[in-house]
């Protein structure tokens, strides 16, 4: 069975439609797109696309056979679970359950959140129990629709490892709930890569394929738009340990080039990454499923 790789919607033209950006992913040869919910109007505005749009949506997979398995919701960035203003709180929740109901809609499986308590707000002991209190809550509705929610390791240190993330699964303890980690951000953090994947290896939903400047004493590091294979990312390490510990998941590349000027200009950024990933995880014995 060949394992599904992906790639991300900010990778994709922007102007497309979503027929023509799961065309798009076809001809690159993808399996599946992963969507975008961010913090933006215009994308948040997606939780209240009408049934008719939802069907479009449907019919377009349908019609191209590209699967949309997966949102990431980064939507709490702006309106985050742990918010010390009961107004933003209440959004975060409301968001939530919308985005959880756009999944059902979709056939989406995975709604990957990201792991802060806050962003833009000051974090103490209670915007961390405020989080863990609503991503309970969070997970009781993706229990109730079948859809998994997965937290994303983060460009923050409130989880920035898989360790981390246990320790929340634990306190949250659904089993709804998974770990959707990105080979840029655990490894700019100087996480060892052998204990993230192989305590992880049982509560990972999907994986990122993205590279990343480190985390140093006298930089933040760098978590996008770093050109694979000039940042901290191992490669070869990274695939070696992902085969030992057995992950059997689908590939995402993780790339921003929504913007580029041509459709071509952004055709040719993703073919020059698959160009440098392909022969990596082929190498590794990853291309295809055991």
């Not at 863990?132 to 983060?154: G, T």
């Not at 981390?164 to 709930?177: G, N, Q």
């Not at 655990?186 to 985390?215: I, M, P, Q, R």
């Not at 689908?250 to 200009?265: A, D, G, K, Q, R």
Request: glycine share 6%; aromatic share 12%.
């Amino acid at each position: 069975m060949k394992r599904p790789i992906g790639i991300y919607e900010k990778a994709t033209p922007k102007h497309f439609t979503w027929l023509e950006r799961l065309e798009f992913a076809k001809e690159l040869g993808f399996d599946f797109v992963e969507m975008s919910v961010d913090e933006s109007d215009a994308r948040l505005a997606r939780l209240n696309w009408t049934k008719e749009e939802r069907l479009e949506i449907v019919k377009a997979i349908y019609q191209t056979g590209i699967r949309i398995p997966s949102i990431c919701f980064s939507g709490h960035r702006r309106y985050p679970l742990g918010s010390n203003d009961a107004s933003i709180e209440a959004k975060s929740l409301e968001l939530m359950k919308q985005c959880i109901e756009l999944a059902q809609d979709l056939g989406v499986r995975v709604i990957q959140l990201a792991g802060y308590d806050v962003y833009y707000e000051d974090k103490s002991p209670e915007t961390r129990a405020r989080f863990i209190k609503n991503l309970r809550k969070s997970c009781d509705w993706a229990e109730q629709a079948q859809v998994i929610l997965a937290i994303e390791i983060m460009d923050d240190p409130f989880i920035n490892s898989i360790e981390k993330y246990l320790a929340v699964a634990k306190e949250v303890d659904s089993p709804y709930l998974f770990v959707y980690p990105d080979t840029g951000n655990v490894s700019a953090w100087h996480n060892d890569l052998y204990s993230e994947f192989y305590l992880g290896h049982g509560s990972l939903a999907g994986l990122h394929l993205k590279d990343t400047y480190a985390v140093t004493p006298t930089s933040k590091g760098q978590f996008r738009d770093v050109p694979f294979g000039k940042g901290c990312v191992d490669w070869q390490e990274c695939f070696r340990i992902l085969k030992q510990t057995n992950y059997q998941g689908p590939f995402l590349i993780e790339m921003w080039s929504e913007n580029c000027e041509t459709v071509e200009e952004t055709r040719e950024a993703i073919k020059e990454a698959q160009a440098f990933l392909y022969p990596l995880i082929e190498e590794a014995g990853l291309m295809r499923c055991d």
